[in-house]
């Protein structure tokens, strides 16, 4: 397997593409931040850091995870929650206002939320200003693909 090594579409100040995902136990929030940590290593040629902060580990519970990508000459050496998303990923469009899971969103945020609604419905639903909207209905699929929504 080769692995080629891309270029980050944008940084922060100190040089991290950083991905906050947002999430209730059991949608898969936590093993999709260790995998998006796995393909920026192993698949992107990057250095990569993912971590999860949860409560109790049971299903329904608030679930973030948070990983950094940086250029392969770069260290992370800071695990600190993401507080300014370049990519923020919402798996349950209902965690909106009870949960801040839209903090630190910017004009620059890309804001990538499981469901069927329009985007515009959804950016009205968070309440945002800034970033751009994508509605990936991953329930259907699912249900479509007969998998685990997890999936």
Known sequence: MEVSTISLP??????????????VGGLGANLSGKILGE??????GLNSSS????????????????IRWCDPEQEI???????????LGL????????????AG??????????????????????KLCGGKVYCIDALGIAMEEKTRVNM
């Open 91 to 102: 798996f349950h469009e209902a965690l909106a206002g009870k949960v801040a899971v839209t």
């Open 105 to 126: 969103v910017t004009e620059d945020t890309a804001v990538v939320v499981n469901s069927d609604s329009d985007p515009d419905k959804v950016r009205d639903l968070l």
């Open 51 to 66: 971590f999860a902060s949860y409560g109790s580990e049971k299903k329904g519970t608030p679930v973030k995870s948070f």
């Open 39 to 44: 393909v920026g290593t192993l698949q992107l």
């Open 10 to 23: 944008v940084t922060n100040e100190q040089g991290f593409y950083e991905i906050r995902l947002e999430s």
């Open 77 to 87: 050496r800071i695990s600190t929650p993401i507080t300014k998303p370049h990519l």
